[in-house]
T-cell receptor, first 113, second 114 residues
């Protein structure tokens, strides 16, 4: 079975600074990979996804993520963080042939003015 | 489309009472998922349906939990009897299924059992 690890429970950055949220997965083959964002009191919204092809994936709100097979990672990045990016971020992995995502525990992003 | 619609948004109930959570998936989506989110355990998949048929309910914690999908536009998650440890946010999500699709989430139901 697949699994996801998000090593950082909380990340604090200053507005305008760059951001990288870490995600490591465990799966025997190339998985489907996702990043979701959850604002307070809201459901999860998809930021971006990787299924195949280019390992650098562009998403909404200026986010991107890079799939690195050798490191079993799918880290989320943004060059300049805005205060509105403060939220909970979830990495998820889905097994090929059976799209049912397994979520990580999430990383809480705090943005300082 | 209005997206996945869940009701109620908040529910406070006393221990031992029956609780029913409701979900209307996005029209045309073949898959429906019920998740539970807690601080301790994160986001857990409870059960999912494909074309209204329950496929995997291994995540349902106990027999007190049951889920139904009588038609393509409606699903319920019932807890009977409820206990304080059931307090959590319950999310419903739907997807087209297959490759190149993602799950769309409702806003969740925050359940508090006192």
């Amino acid at each position: 079975a697949q699994s996801v690890t998000q090593p950082d429970i909380h990340i604090t950055v200053s507005e305008g600074a760059s951001l990288e949220l870490r995600c490591n997965y465990s799966y025997g083959a190339t998985p489907y990979l996702f990043w979701y964002v959850q604002s307070p009191g809201q459901g999860l919204q998809l930021l971006l996804k990787y299924f195949s092809g280019d390992t650098l994936v562009q998403g909404i709100k200026g986010f991107e993520a890079e799939f690195k097979r050798s490191q079993s990672s799918f880290n989320l990045r943004k060059p300049s963080v805005h205060w509105s990016d403060a939220a909970e971020y979830f990495c998820a992995v889905g097994a090929r042939g059976s799209y049912i995502p397994t979520f990580g525990r999430g990383t809480s992003l705090i943005v300082h003015p | 489309d209005a997206g996945v619609i869940q009701s109620p948004r908040h529910e406070v109930t006393e221990m031992g009472q029956e609780v029913t959570l409701r979900c209307k998936p996005i029209s045309g989506h073949d898959y429906l998922f019920w998740y539970r989110q807690t601080m301790m355990r994160g986001l857990e998949l409870l059960i999912y349906f494909n074309n209204n048929v329950p496929i995997d309910d291994s995540g349902m914690p106990e027999d007190r939990f049951s889920a139904k999908m009588p038609n393509a536009s409606f699903s319920t998650l019932k807890i009977q009897p409820s206990e304080p440890r059931d307090s959590a946010v319950y999310f419903c999500a739907s997807s087209l299924g297959g490759q190149n699709t993602e799950a769309f989430f409702g806003q969740g139901t925050r359940l508090t059992v006192v």
